[in-house]
């Protein structure tokens, strides 16, 4: 019903940036908040940023503070993270969420209802 298409990753030296993008679309559905995880070989996954839709409020967990910043295009239903000062432990898949009503906690992947297949980050030291 609802497919999230990642864009951006990729290979990128310490220090340097990258811009994550991810593009819903379907026939018919709603967002409440539209959110960015990552997985590391061996590790669960974990949360980086979120936004709610209706008024673009953001969270970030600790790891990407002031280094991430996350943002959406209401029109496009479009969401990107914007990473800089990245560091080698921020390789990992990163997958883009949608989550279509408030039920549950923002920062837990359960609660998020599609899921992309992903986009690989390599952050070399």
């Known amino acids: 019903q609802v497919q999230l298409v990642e864009s951006g990753g990729g290979l990128v030296q310490a220090g340097g940036s990258l811009r994550l993008s991810c593009t819903a679309s379907?026939?018919?559905?709603?967002?409440?908040?539209m959110g960015w995880f990552r997985q590391a070989p061996g590790k669960e996954r974990e949360f980086v940023a979120a936004i709610r839709w209706t008024d673009g409020i953001t969270y970030y967990a600790d790891s990407g503070k002031g280094r991430f910043t996350i943002s959406r295009d209401n029109a496009k239903n479009l969401v990107s993270l914007q990473m800089n000062s990245l560091k080698p432990e921020d390789t990992a898949v990163y997958y883009c969420?949608?989550?279509?009503?408030?039920?549950?906690?923002?920062?837990?992947?359960?609660?998020?209802?599609?899921w992309g297949q992903g986009t690989h980050v390599t952050v070399s030291s």
């Open positions: 969420a949608l989550r279509r009503s408030p039920v549950g906690i923002w920062y837990n992947a359960g609660t998020y209802d599609y």
């Open positions: 379907g026939r018919t559905f709603t967002i409440y908040d």
